[in-house]
């Protein structure tokens, strides 16, 4: 992707998109606020001084987390068309933002090239490589994954002058979680299981302790007693799946055409259609960037609006 003309763009208000994507005009993103911030973080402390302006974002959540703010990066790591659907959903060209090699391997030489003055990660992905990042620019490391992602939420508006816009965002997140287990009726009363196809026989169950699994905890849901945990998933095989004894289940080809072959094979046999969910109308298929990529305000705005529809649909 070319190189952005402008390094910062204001995109649509981040609380706006919490209500749901069909949105109007765009409105301007807040201020930032300006001065030194110590920001303390999963490897330290990082001094960062007035309005980052060339941000780098090396992992999906931060870059769910800057874009929601109205920040769009100048780099970021390659992310399975998270880029394009958080470019959608907050009327920014993807194209302005540079790719810097993936999560797992970014391109420093990339990321050096940019200039950028900020760059943030989480430590699960780029501890090994935080001294060569902070050579680069002052570096900001959130310490984990999943459930967590408020928390890192906030850490990224906090390296960026922005924690009372990112506050109002969270606000709004749960004011359309109350909104959503109101209109399920009881999701207490609902075990859920959130399953992504993987390819070669792998099969995920995430859990409480994932991203998707603490949105749906927040609504209101519980999960079967097999898959009933704080961890991030549980991996299953088609053989395993009996485990599957929920109301509910959400279910993604995922991103690779192993897992979309495997699904569509699995879901034409007894194995699929005997499981309890299945039997009573209860499975629904999410799609795999809005539900496992986001990792932040946005990815959880796009499945509370999911979850919205589907609610209206029962």
């Given amino acids: 992707m070319a190189r952005p003309t402008t390094p910062i763009a204001l995109a649509v208000a981040a609380g706006v998109l919490l209500a749901g994507c069909g949105t109007d005009a ?12 110590s920001v303390v973080h999963a490897l330290g402390t990082t001094e960062i001084t007035g309005t980052p302006e060339r941000v780098v974002v090396l992992d999906s959540g931060e870059l769910d987390a800057v874009t929601a703010l109205g920040v769009v990066p100048v780099g970021a790591v390659e992310t399975e068309g998270l880029l394009d659907e958080l470019a959608a959903t907050h009327g920014f060209d993807a194209d302005d933002v540079a790719v810097v090699g993936s999560i797992a ?46 928390e890192n939420f906030l850490l990224d508006a906090e390296a960026l002058g922005m924690t009372e816009r990112a506050e109002e965002i969270l606000a709004d997140y749960e004011r359309r979680v109350e909104e959503i287990g109101a209109a399920w009726g009881d999701p207490g009363a609902t075990e859920v299981a959130v399953l992504r196809f993987m390819g070669g026989d792998q099969i995920r169950a995430y ?6 699994g603490s949105v749906l905890e927040d609504v209101g849901f519980r999960w079967p007693a097999a898959l009933d945990t704080t961890d991030n998933r549980v991996e299953l095989t088609a053989e395993s799946l009996d485990l599957v004894t929920s109301d509910v289940v959400f279910w993604s080809p ?48 796009l499945v509370l609006d999911d979850l919205a529809e589907i609610t209206a649909s029962r």
């Fill in 26 to 37: 765009p409105a301007p993103a807040a201020q930032p606020e300006e001065g030194t911030r």
């Fill in 105 to 150: 391997e970014p391109d420093l030489e990339a990321v050096a090239a940019l200039q950028p003055d900020l760059i943030l990660t989480n430590a699960v992905r780029h501890e090994a490589i935080h001294e060569q990042l902070s050579a680069l620019a002052p570096t900001v490391q959130a310490a984990e994954l999943g459930a967590v992602w408020q």
């Fill in 207 to 212: 859990a409480r302790g994932s991203f998707v």
């Fill in 254 to 301: 995922g991103f690779s055409d192993g897992g979309a072959a495997e699904s569509a094979s699995l879901m034409a046999g007894e194995l699929w259609t005997s499981l309890p969910p299945v039997q009573a109308g209860g499975a629904h298929e999410v799609d795999d960037s809005r539900w496992f990529l986001g990792l932040g305000p946005t990815g959880a705005g």
